[in-house]
């Protein structure tokens, strides 16, 4: 029988997604006005499991319905969410910050609790330990929970907000606090968002990052359809499939990446139109709008792509599975359209396809064979790709969905792991890494000095990493050495996270 509170739990989930579609907010920017109120935004994160992880974390995904902070009067007021059903998944977000949401109209006074309403939480992940590259097949398992409504009352509450005053803050969510795992057989038993500790938060900035002044935190490799772009304004607006739209302005810093070349689009911020498949990385600066870092377009038109990481080793040349944790949707006459979850399996075909690309960004990678290459069994358990879509076929029963792509980029891994060494400013040995990836020794990490730089959070650069100290790391993954001298740099890394 249904108990009262999981009862009282839908009810109030019900009432807070209403209560926000109601709501008309600004998308992808808060422009606060002098005597309304203060300017509140925030940002989600996550925690990752504790390294090294004998259980291994391929996504975990939720749905964010409303976030509201409470005031000691007992008024509860919702923040609106960048989108009304906003989707994370949280092994991405071990490394990165996604845009939660923001207000310009929290008025001033104390604060006592922050609430979260979430739903539809799904892990997807393998128990593999023997530390032989790639998940075995029949151990790729997902798990699904319940919604829930979390609620915080400890540091950094109570808050004081001042008038007329921007406050930035973090939102985490503990993955291991969240998991209930087997210590035997490192088996996920149930997702559990009522557990001790799995919410918690943060004031913006963090107290050390590399990030430039008036900036609350990095939002990072945003993806999706270049739906507008001022050119005299310099800003150009990024519509996801899973967390609304990012408006940015380019500034001075800003860069392009090497796509932009590639793509016979320029230099400057002209590379940028309408209609493109891109990726945006900005920082969320203090009255809630959004700084352009660099733009990276990935294709000229729209379309459909599907990007996840490789769980296992591939099963022939032309074919291999990935689990999702990203996705780009076509505006008209998608092929996937909603017939595909963030943390589902999916088997991708080769059909004639395009010379392998490096999604570099700017920064520096070692020599490979990866570029230019066409055969998917060049492809490592571990790496994260991008492929474009040209035929879809959804998941029946059992059997995964099936995609045939003719594009494929080698995109961002996120991994936790700890620091077996540092050599600042250009590079760190990282270790303990999920069995999956069959990394047995140290790998070495290369940061990036010049533009684009490798951003930090939780420490200002790599002076700052200390001998086992855990860390995560959104990093273009080249693989397992293939010799017995080690590939130089496995790892290149676009962003290095200290975990608390």
């Known amino acids: 029988m249904e108990s009262k509170t999981s009862r009282f739990v839908v009810v109030v989930l019900l009432m807070a997604a209403l209560s926000l579609n109601g709501c008309s907010g600004l998308v992808g920017a808060i422009q606060p006005q002098s005597g309304s109120g203060s300017v509140l935004a925030l940002t989600v994160r996550a925690i990752p ?5 004998n259980t291994n974390i391929l996504s975990f995904s939720v749905t964010l319905l409303g976030v509201s902070i409470v005031r000691s009067t007992g008024e509860s007021i919702n923040v609106p969410l960048n989108s009304s059903s906003q989707q ?13 949401g923001a207000s310009a109209s929290v008025q001033a006074g104390t604060y006592s609790s922050l609430a979260v309403s979430l739903a539809n939480p799904m892990v997807t992940y393998c128990a593999q330990t023997s530390e032989t590259t790639g998940c075995a ?14 609620v915080l009352t400890t540091a950094p509450f109570p808050l004081n907000v001042a008038a007329d005053h921007s406050t930035g803050m973090a939102v985490t ?17 149930g997702i559990n968002f009522g557990a001790v ?16 002044p008036n900036a609350f935190d990095f939002i990072e490799d945003v993806t999706g359809i270049v739906t507008s772009v001022n050119t005299s304004a310099q800003t150009v607006t990024v519509q996801t499939a899973t967390g609304g739209s990012i408006a940015a302005t380019a500034g001075p810093a800003t860069i392009v990446s090497p796509n932009c070349i590639a793509l016979n689009l320029g230099t400057t911020f002209t590379c940028a139109k309408q209609g493109q498949v891109a990726s945006v990385d900005t920082t969320l600066n203090s009255d809630g709008t959004f700084s352009l870092l660099e733009y990276d377009p990935l294709a ?14 591939p099963s022939s040349s032309s074919r291999f599975q990935l689990v999702v944790n990203n996705l780009v949707l076509a505006p008209s006459n998608s092929l996937i359209g909603g017939n595909l979850a963030l943390g589902s399996g999916v088997t991708v075909n080769l059909v004639n396809p395009k010379p392998f690309v490096i999604d570099t960004k700017g920064l520096d990678v070692p020599t490979t064979s990866f570029s230019g290459a066409t055969d ?42 700890s620091v077996a060494g540092a050599a600042p400013p250009n590079t760190f040995d990282m270790q303990s890494f999920p069995a999956f ?28 990493l200390v001998t086992e100290q855990p860390v995560s790391i959104r990093a273009l993954y080249f693989g397992l050495p293939t010799s017995v001298t080690p590939t130089p740099t496995p790892f290149s890394a676009a962003k290095v996270r200290r975990i608390r």
């Open 49 to 53: 499991l504790v390294p090294p992880p």
């Open 88 to 100: 994370a998944d949280l092994a991405r977000l071990q490394s990165d910050s996604a845009f939660l």
């Open 137 to 150: 097949t029949s151990s790729v398992t997902t798990v699904r929970g319940e919604p829930a409504v979390l």
């Open 173 to 189: 969510l503990n993955i291991g606090a969240a998991l209930s795992l087997n210590p035997a057989t490192h088996v996920v038993t």
């Open 197 to 212: 500790n799995v919410l918690g938060a943060t004031l913006l900035p963090p107290s050390f990052s590399n990030l430039p």
């Open 300 to 313: 000229t038109t729209p379309g459909d792509w599907i990007e996840g990481i490789i769980d296992l080793v």
């Open 376 to 417: 998917s069994s060049i492809l490592q358990p571990g790496q994260t790709v991008a492929v474009h879509v040209t035929t879809f076929m959804p998941a029946s029963g059992t059997t995964p969905a099936v995609a045939s792509a003719d594009s494929l980029y080698l995109r961002f891994t996120r991994v936790t792991g």
């Open 437 to 464: 990836f069959g990394l047995t020794i140290p790998a070495t990490v290369q940061l990036s000095m010049n533009s684009p730089s490798t951003s930090f959070d939780g420490v200002a650069d790599a002076s700052g």
